[in-house]
Each structure stands twice: as structure tokens, then as C-alpha cells.
């Protein structure tokens, strides 16, 4: 990791860059499978899956058999764990469901708001050398919360054909009913459009490589919502003298291992830190079976020397980090002043990864600075939000002149008359 002591302020923007993703020739790629998907339907997903996936589908569709035997080919300390973490994730996510309240906002005129869930959404799971069945939990739970009456998984399968069982052991106790066997763009071009097999949903949620990023980009411009903008994960440790140095370094590398453009930031007061830290770093990545991505993404990285809390907090709501993680002596009142992440750890026993899985909150968070304006996933996003508005005839007749004398401002007779006509009876 690279090192910066007491940098200006004029340096922080390159400080805080990004990986640059490569995007050329990107965007057309993914165009072509969309359009190839649109209009072949099911046999241009099977085609693509043999050649991205290299397997041969008779059907896009997990079988029961599949999903019936899911349950016994998880260990049952795993299918423990699993339950327990649905548990969590559900109780926390139960406790944002909106409650209906009417107001007055005038004599006679009443208005109110109601939540109602999205009919149909569709969830990514990525596969590969990481099958995450904890995203399943992350996205099924508080769509199922929600209300949402169709969720539709789609997750790559290996060469043999068949699903991760512990992704669809996840997926059947968090609530998903329709399970296909699809990867990468053709799985987004899938939900977006819809296909023999494959339903269109109305929103698609879930994380991906680059290409399943541009493809959710593409559809959304028209055809379907998507979660947010996404990138590679990243996480900020904001630590001080006192920290355990072993804890900081486990943080930073239990985010460095997930792709070689994942990103780590280290900020603190200490210089002492930052060298015991890099001992930490050094020795513990050596250990870790993904150590080459991990070594990769640390190239990304940095650990920065700062000169007081003020710089610091300064520093983070620009950076706006994916996870942060606050271990100072101070880590509630530092958190206090936090406006820009996508969700905070607060002292040296709250470790990110109990976010990723266990304590309740999502884990589906904005990457690479979105967090200045969007949420992570949570019930809301699995809702909208309908107005209605009731007047009594009372009611209209006090403020039918606020509407026609406005509506005369702006030249629109026909919404005056409207409410003349209404108010001339």
C-alpha cells in the first residue's frame, strides 16, 4: 500500500481516485448480447451460456429435484449460519416497513401516502470462485419483506450445470421463487426484456462484473430500474493510536480480496500506526488462499497520515467510502459527524464483515463515491410510493382560489376551469 504523510488538500482528489475501469469497446459488447437476447429469446441465452459459461442447457430453469436436494449437499453448519443470518436480515429490515399517516394539510383536505411493493424483481448472484449466497439473503429478504409476489434469481452455472447449492439453499429460505441458470449480461438482457422462460421484471438488483454493470446501465435507460450504480468494493478504516493494528490490517485485506479493483484506505494520526499496520498487511495477506487478488488491489491503496479528527472526517465525506470502519478511541463521536458512506462500523469489535453477513443490515451498498447520493439496498427500494389526496366539497371551496389564481399564473385555463367549474356548482 502506498503511503502519504500530511498531504494537501490540492492532492486529495488524486488520493482518492478510483481504479480506472477500462471501458472501451465495453458498452458495445454488452449492447449486442442485449439486442441478441431481446430478440432470440430463450435459445440465445443457451447459446451464450455455452459460450461464456461453457455449458450446455436443455433448460434455463433449476429443476425441483435441484432445489429439494439443495438442503442436504450444505453442510449444516452452514445451513445453521445461513438461518440465522436470514433471521437477522429480516428482523432488521421488518423494522423499516413505512406505517400509513394521513394529514390535514387544510380544512376539508386530506392527503396521505402508501407504500405498495413492486409486482415482479429480478436478482444477480454472482458465481465464479465466489458463489455469494450471502447476497441472496441480502436482496430476497427485504424484497419478500417488501411484499414483491414474483422475485426471479438468475446465477451462473459451473461446467456441470448446476447452481451452487448453498445459493439456492439461501434463495429458498429468504423467499425467491423462480431460480434460472444464467450468467453475466444474457442474465440482465433476460430480466429486462423477458424470454420464453425467463420473466420481465420491473426492477434488477444485484451486483456483477463490468459487464453486468454496463448491461444494467444500458436497460435501465428504458426498460427496467436497477438498485444504483455499482463498482468494485471498497473499504476506509479510520483508526488511531490506540488500535489494534492486526484488527486494522484484517479489515482492509477482508475487502482487498474480492477483485483486483477493489480499493482499501487507511486514514489515521498515527505514523506509528501506519508502520505497525503494513507489518500486519505483510504478514497476513501471505496467508490468505486469494493473496494474489488481495496484493493486486493493495496496489490501489493507501494508507494516509493526517492531522487531526477535523482533517479526517474532511476526508472521508469526500472520499464517501462503500463500508467504514471507525476505530479511535472517539469512534461514536467520529460517526456522529459522518454524512457520505454506505455503512459504518463503529469501534474494534465491528468488523465489516459482520455487515456482509450476519448483523442484519445490507450489504448491497454504493460504491465509488454514489454514496453522496444514494442509499444501500433496503425495504424502500423494493417499494413505491403512492399519494392520494381527498377534498371535501368544504375543502375546495377555501382553497379553489389558491389553485385558480396559480394556475392563471401559468397559463394553463384548462386546470382553473377545472376547479371554477367544480366551485360554480
Request: one cysteine or more; hydrophobic letters at 40%.
Amino acid at each position: 500500500m502506498k503511503i502519504v504523510k500530511n498531504p494537501n488538500k490540492a492532492e486529495w482528489k488524486d488520493l482518492l481516485s478510483r481504479p480506472a475501469l477500462t471501458v472501451e469497446g465495453l458498452y458495445e459488447r454488452v449492447q449486442a448480447v442485449l439486442d441478441t437476447v431481446r430478440k432470440g429469446g430463450d435459445q440465445a441465452l443457451k447459446d451464450y451460456e455455452l459460450q461464456f459459461d461453457k455449458v450446455q442447457l436443455d433448460s434455463l430453469a433449476v429443476s425441483q429435484t435441484e432445489l429439494d436436494e439443495a438442503a442436504s449437499l450444505v453442510p449444516a453448519d452452514l445451513r445453521d449460519a445461513i438461518d440465522r443470518a436470514a433471521q437477522n436480515i429480516r428482523k432488521f429490515h421488518e423494522s423499516q416497513l413505512p406505517q400509513l399517516s394521513k394529514v390535514e394539510t387544510t380544512p376539508g383536505v386530506t392527503c396521505w401516502q402508501k407504500a405498495v411493493p413492486i409486482t415482479k424483481v429480478g436478482l444477480y448472484i454472482p458465481g465464479g470462485t465466489a458463489p455469494l449466497f450471502s447476497t441472496v439473503l441480502m436482496l430476497a429478504i427485504p424484497a419478500r419483506t417488501a411484499g414483491c409476489t414474483e422475485i426471479v434469481l438468475c446465477t451462473p452455472p459451473g461446467r456441470d450445470g448446476k447452481v451452487n447449492p448453498a445459493i439456492l439453499y439461501a434463495a429458498q429460505v429468504a423467499g425467491v421463487n423462480r431460480f434460472f441458470k444464467l450468467g453475466g449480461s444474457q442474465a440482465i438482457a433476460a430480466m429486462a426484456y423477458g424470454t420464453e422462460s425467463v420473466p420481465k421484471v420491473s426492477k434488477i438488483f444485484g451486483p456483477g462484473n463490468p459487464y453486468v454493470t454496463a448491461a444494467k446501465q444500458i436497460v435501465s435507460l428504458k426498460d427496467v430500474a436497477i438498485d444504483m450504480p455499482a463498482g468494485p468494493s471498497e473499504v476506509e478504516v479510520i483508526a488511531d493510536a490506540d488500535a489494534n493494528p492486526a484488527f486494522v490490517a484484517a479489515d482492509l485485506l477482508s475487502q482487498a480480496e474480492h477483485g483486483r479493483d477493489s480499493q482499501v484506505i487507511l486514514l489515521t494520526t498515527s505514523a506509528e500506526l501506519i508502520d505497525k499496520v503494513q507489518a500486519e498487511v505483510d504478514r497476513q495477506v501471505a496467508l490468505l488462499p486469494r493473496n494474489e487478488i488481495a496484493e493486486a488491489s493493495l496496489c490501489n491503496s493507501r494508507m494516509i497520515l493526517l492531522r487531526n479528527d477535523d482533517e479526517i472526517i474532511e476526508m472521508t465525506n469526500e472520499y464517501a467510502p462503500e463500508h467504514l470502519i471507525i476505530q479511535t478511541q472517539n469512534a461514536s463521536e467520529l460517526a456522529e459527524r459522518i454524512v457520505n458512506a454506505g455503512s459504518v462500523f463503529i469501534g474494534p469489535w465491528s468488523p465489516e464483515s459482520a455487515g456482509d453477513y450476519a448483523s442484519g443490515t445490507n450489504h448491497t451498498l454504493p460504491t465509488s463515491g454514489y454514496a453522496k447520493a444514494y442509499s444501500g439496498v433496503n425495504i424502500d427500494s423494493f417499494m413505491r410510493k403512492i399519494t392520494f389526496q381527498q377534498l371535501t366539497r368544504e375543502g375546495l371551496a377555501s382553497l379553489g382560489p389558491v389553485i385558480e389564481t396559480m394556475a392563471a399564473g401559468e397559463s394553463l385555463d384548462a386546470h382553473k376551469n377545472a376547479v371554477t367549474i367544480r366551485i360554480k356548482e
